[in-house]
């Protein structure tokens, strides 16, 4: 700066500064300067919260390792999504109980029900012998023998409504799980280990044996 622009105490005239123009150029640097700091310092800012929105991990997502143990960190799940999935799995859980329940208390109530009816037939059976028995007698009156047939079918259907089936026996070949063999004969008439005579008839409700049957086999 020129010694003409600096008075007696070494100051520069501030109004000669003004006039020279000098002044307001200095303004514009210092305020050009401020505006370039301004802009530098709010795009760092932005830069910096850009930088940690991208960095930020979903919830169960591993991120970088911050201990000196060498294992990734774990970000927690949702409290509200391990709630939900929580109450999901005791649901499943409970549902598969009571359906479980559900089918167990059926059969045992079927179970129950055919105890009951193969008890309670194998209690009557031996009226339903004694009448059979009756029937086979001889009688001269026709009208009372019709009856006595009559109530016997009776009784057969209401055995047949109950499921009650009478074993198959007389010509059928021997099967010790629904035959009672009490006499074995020799008999040309029928094959080897048949059924050639019958004492008791046998019953049975579905696959349940209720009584064998007792007879004889030939051969």
């Known amino acids: ?33 401020e505006a370039e700091a301004e802009a530098e310092a709010k795009a760092e800012t932005e830069a910096k919260a850009e930088a940690e929105t991208e960095a930020e991990p979903e919830a169960g997502d591993l991120i970088g390792d911050d201990t000196d143990d060498g294992e990734p960190d774990i970000i927690e799940e949702d409290p509200a999504e391990k709630a939900l999935a929580e109450a999901n799995d005791k649901y499943l859980r409970l549902f598969a109980e009571f359906d479980n329940f559900r089918k167990r208390t059926a059969k045992e109530k079927s179970e129950t029900w055919a105890d009951a009816v193969a008890k309670t037939v194998l209690d009557l059976l031996p009226a339903v012998d004694s009448f059979e028995r009756a029937m086979e007698a001889p009688c001269t009156d026709d009208a009372y023998r019709a009856g006595m047939e009559k109530i016997y079918q009776q009784m057969m259907g209401i055995l047949e409504k109950l499921g009650v089936a009478e074993i198959p026996a007389l010509n059928e070949p021997f099967d010790p799980k629904v035959h009672n063999a009490i006499r074995q004969v020799e008999d040309e008439n029928f094959g080897e280990s048949t059924v050639c005579e019958v004492y008791q008839k046998g019953y049975k409700l579905g696959d349940r044996i209720i009584r064998c049957a007792m007879v004889s086999v030939a051969n």
Do not use: T
């Open 1 to 33: 700066m020129s010694d003409e622009l600096r008075d007696a105490d070494g100051c520069e005239d501030f109004e000669s500064l003004e006039e020279s123009g000098l002044l307001d150029a200095d303004l514009d640097e210092v305020k050009a300067a």
